[in-house]
Structure formats: structure tokens, C-alpha cells
């Protein structure tokens, strides 16, 4: 995982660096030289101007400007107070990247950059974005790269962030980040975080229900169910209520369909996690079925996912109190239903808040989805891109969720792997030669479902071990 650091977070870390401050700005500017080098694809006789500020932005700068002219590269340093109207100024020869070092997260005011017709390489983050939510103050400069220092900034992960940051590179300074309470899941996280499945394992040690869908919204209890089958679940139930044939024909015949709404708790503690919500309806019938569901699973000691609809009854019931491993998979307007507004720009603020008010697990989706615990803990997962953005998507990400819940995972673990893997469906090119690519446009979210097998085997989920055993 990645630290993710606030800007107040990084001052504390700063302050506590064992090293003085002149090293870290050498390894920073060394850094950020060899970023300058990587992208020009060499040195000797490239031309690179050089904003720099008078803080360590603008220190890193200038030693990486002095590093490059080493290598052979004519560089130009200007002084970002005030800040030019262009760069390279009239006049000057043309370059071949501009290095944006003049503000970091210290600034508080709009930064109006000046035109540039050369690449922009930014250091720490794009000068006028804010460090904690990637607000644009001003007119930054977009950047083709971005080389930030430590950790992650939630700037650069929210809001303008991303597309002005470009790709950003984390560079390890000798700081101390291990306090970081927000953390980036990458690949390698998913293995370690959702248990295999054991050899002897039998289909109740991982058993999902699912509670979805109602007359004319049966296709989102087909594709969480669908889902929650995929994703490692050993048996799942799908109960679609007011369906008296048990629900939608368009499922895994392996799925088992039952007209009964969870609310035996002897019943209910045969599964290892339940999922509740997609497709619900929002009449009067889907609260008595949330309802049902919670106090069933509440009284059985069991986890539950609530999504979709079920986060609308939930709102309009009241908080009531949830069971212990209850994940919620709100959107902003579901957030908004919940909490009584909706998440602003600080988005990890807003997730930990209502986690802490609610006391379960908050899963707030966004190109950067921010999962937060009530103890505080935060796991963000960046996997995906637009194409999720398709009519039930978060269908399937309640069924991957369940799933990893049955199959043992910590609510908060469960919740950020199934988010990660959720991302990867469009963004992963899986191994296997005779797997369909996602397609630019036009996803459907029966898609996704589809490569769910394939993209888990390459993220390592129950890949086999060299001793023979399971990893």
C-alpha cells in the first residue's frame, strides 16, 4: 500500500525528519532530475526552464536544475515571484519541458501559471492545486508527471488533482510515513487481504445471501448475486422480494433462488456475510425488508453489505443501530441521505465522519473511492476509470464485497479489495489468450461480472503455492 499523507500530516512528518533539511531537498532535487532525464529520454543539449519558488519547492528545483546542467542540460531558472506571463520568457530559446516548482502544499491563494508550449513536470504537486482536496486554485499548470515526495496527497487523488497531476511518481526520501492513517491499495494488497479460500474448504464456510432486486429491477440482483458467485462465495441464496419464482432467470444456475426475506437468525448464521439493497424499490416494503435483514443479521453475528435502495431505506428508518462488520456503498447522493449533506471536497473527512456516526464501514464511490472505518482508518482504491460509470456497476461491487466478507476478510479489508478489484475489471488486461478486452465505450456492467474469474486469478486470490499449499 501507499501512504497517503494531508498536507498538515506532511508538515508533521517533515518536522520530525531526523535528517536536516538540506538532504531531503538534495534527494528531492536529485529526484526530480532524474524524472527531467526520463522524460526527455536523455540530456545533452535539451533545454529545461525551471519555476521556482522561494520555499522547498522552489529548493528542489534548483538543485535539480544544477543536477541536469551536469548531465548537459541548458537550464533556465525564473523566479515565481512574480510569477512571468510565459515561459520561457519573450524572447528566450524554446524548451523542451517546463519544471513547475513553485508552490507546494503551503499555498493558500489562487496561483495564476504562466503559458507554456513545452510539457510540464510538476513537483510535489501542480502549484495552485490544494494539497487536501485537489481543488484548483487559480489557473495551475496541467502536468504530463508528477514527482511527489513520501506519500501520496489527497490532492493529487480528488477533484482537478488527477487530471492536472498527470502520472505521479511517490519517491521515498528517508521520511517516516508509517502514522499515515489513509493508505493507496495497489495490486499486490488484494492477495493479502482477502483469505483463501482452504483446501478442505466446503461451500457454508463462505456463503453469501443476497437480498436484491423487486419487480422490473430484477437485473440487479442477477448481477450481485452473479458477482458474489464469482468473487469466491461457496454457495449464495438470492431472495428477490415480491418474485414468489424467487427471482431473476438470468443467473448462475449454481445460484439458489428463495422467495424468503433473511429474518430467522438461526437461519441467517448459516451464511457467512449477506448483502441487501440493489434493485430494492424504495416503497414502503423495501424499510420492512432492511429492517428484517439487519435485526436477522444483527442477532446472528453476522456482517452485512447495504447498498443501493438499502441505503435509502436506512436513511429514511432513522440510524438504527447496525450489526458489527456492516459495510455501506454510498454514492454522493446516498451519502448526502445518510449524513444530511453531501461529502464536499474532503472526501476522506467526510467517509471517516459518517463512518464514526453510523459505527460500520463507509465506502464512499468515486473515481477515488474512499473506504473509512469508524476507528479512523482509510484505504482508497484508484483502480478504475469512467467506464464503471454504467448502470449496475455498483451492483456487481456489493456482490464482490459480500463475497470477500464471507471468505473472511476484516469489513474494512473486504470493502477496499472489492473496490480495487472492482477498478481492475476495466482497467487490467488479463493473462489468459482467449479473454475478451474491455472495450473503450459502451461497457455493461454484465461485462464486468464476466471478467471477474480471470482478473482474481491475476491479482494472485487463491493462486496455488510452491510448497504445495494454498497462499
Known amino acids: ?40 529520454g536523455g540530456g545533452y543539449g535539451r533545454r529545461v526552464a525551471v ?30 515571484a512574480p510569477t512571468p506571463d510565459r515561459l520561457p520568457p519573450p524572447g528566450a530559446h524554446a524548451v523542451d519541458l517546463v519544471v513547475d516548482a513553485a508552490y507546494g502544499t503551503g499555498l493558500g491563494r489562487p496561483f495564476e501559471a504562466p503559458a507554456v508550449d513545452a510539457p510540464v513536470l510538476a513537483v510535489d504537486l501542480p ?30 487523488l480528488f477533484g482537478d488533482g488527477p487530471a492536472l497531476a498527470g502520472r505521479v511518481e511517490v519517491v521515498d526520501l528517508g521520511l517516516d510515513v508509517s502514522g499515515a492513517t489513509a493508505q493507496m491499495l495497489e495490486d499486490a494488497d488484494v492477495a493479502r487481504l482477502v483469505p483463501a479460500r482452504p483446501a478442505d474448504a466446503h ?11 423487486s419487480p422490473g429491477m430484477e437485473g440487479a440482483a442477477g448481477l450481485a448475486a452473479t458477482a458474489a458467485l464469482r468473487a469466491g462465495s461457496g454457495y449464495v441464496r438470492l431472495t428477490t422480494p415480491g418474485r414468489r419464482d424467487g427471482g431473476p432467470s438470468e443467473v448462475p444456475a449454481e445460484v439458489v433462488r428463495t422467495a424468503e426475506v433473511p429474518s430467522d437468525p438461526d437461519d441467517v448464521a448459516r451464511f457467512a456475510a449477506l448483502v441487501v439493497g440493489p434493485g430494492l424499490g424504495t416503497g414502503p416494503d423495501a424499510e420492512s425488508t432492511v429492517d428484517a435483514v439487519l435485526a436477522a443479521t444483527c442477532a446472528a453475528d453476522r456482517p452485512v453489505v447495504v447498498d443501493g435502495d438499502g441505503l435509502t431505506a436506512l436513511a429514511g428508518s432513522g440510524h438504527r443501530p447496525l450489526p458489527d462488520g456492516t459495510v455501506l456503498t454510498p454514492h454522493d447522493g446516498e451519502f448526502a441521505r445518510l449524513s444530511g449533506g453531501p461529502p ?3 472526501r ?10 453510523v459505527g460500520a464501514v463507509v465506502l464512499l464511490k468515486g473515481p477515488t473511492t474512499v473506504v473509512a472505518a469508524p476507528d479512523g482508518r482509510v484505504l482508497l482504491a484508484a483502480a478504475g476509470d469512467a467506464r464503471l460509470a454504467t448502470a449496475g456497476s455498483g451492483d456487481v461491487l456489493s456482490g464482490i464485497t459480500g463475497a470477500f466478507l464471507a471468505r473472511g476478510a476484516e469489513p474494512l479489508a473486504a470493502a ?37 474469474v480471470a482478473v482474481l486469478e491475476d491479482l494472485g486470490v487463491d493462486a496455488p503455492r510452491t510448497d504445495g499449499g494454498r497462499a
Open 348 to 357: 476522506i473527512s467526510a467517509a471517516r465522519t459518517l463512518a464514526a456516526d
Open 1 to 40: 500500500m501507499i501512504p497517503v499523507c494531508t498536507p498538515d500530516e506532511m508538515a508533521a512528518v517533515d518536522a520530525a525528519a531526523a535528517d536536516p533539511l538540506d538532504v531531503l531537498v538534495d534527494r528531492a532535487g536529485a529526484a526530480v532530475a532524474r524524472a527531467v532525464l526520463d522524460e526527455l
Open 51 to 80: 519555476l521556482a519558488g522561494k520555499g522547498s519547492n522552489g529548493a528542489d528545483g534548483r538543485v535539480a536544475a544544477t543536477r541536469l546542467e551536469r548531465r548537459g542540460v541548458r537550464c533556465t531558472v525564473v523566479d515565481a
Open 203 to 213: 461451500k457454508w464456510e463462505s456463503a453469501c445471501w443476497v437480498v436484491a432486486g
Open 344 to 346: 464536499g471536497p474532503d
Open 127 to 156: 502549484s495552485g492545486l490544494d494539497g487536501l482536496t485537489g481543488e484548483a486554485l487559480g489557473r495551475p499548470l496541467p502536468a504530463v508527471r508528477t514527482v511527489t515526495f513520501a506519500a501520496l496527497k489527497p490532492g493529487l
Open 416 to 452: 477496499a479489495a472489492a473496490a480495487h478489484v472492482h477498478g481492475r475489471l476495466v482497467t487490467h488486461e488479463v493473462a489468459h489468450v482467449d479473454a475478451e478486452p474491455v472495450a473503450t465505450t459502451g461497457v455493461a456492467a454484465g461485462d464486468l461480472a464476466a471478467r471477474l
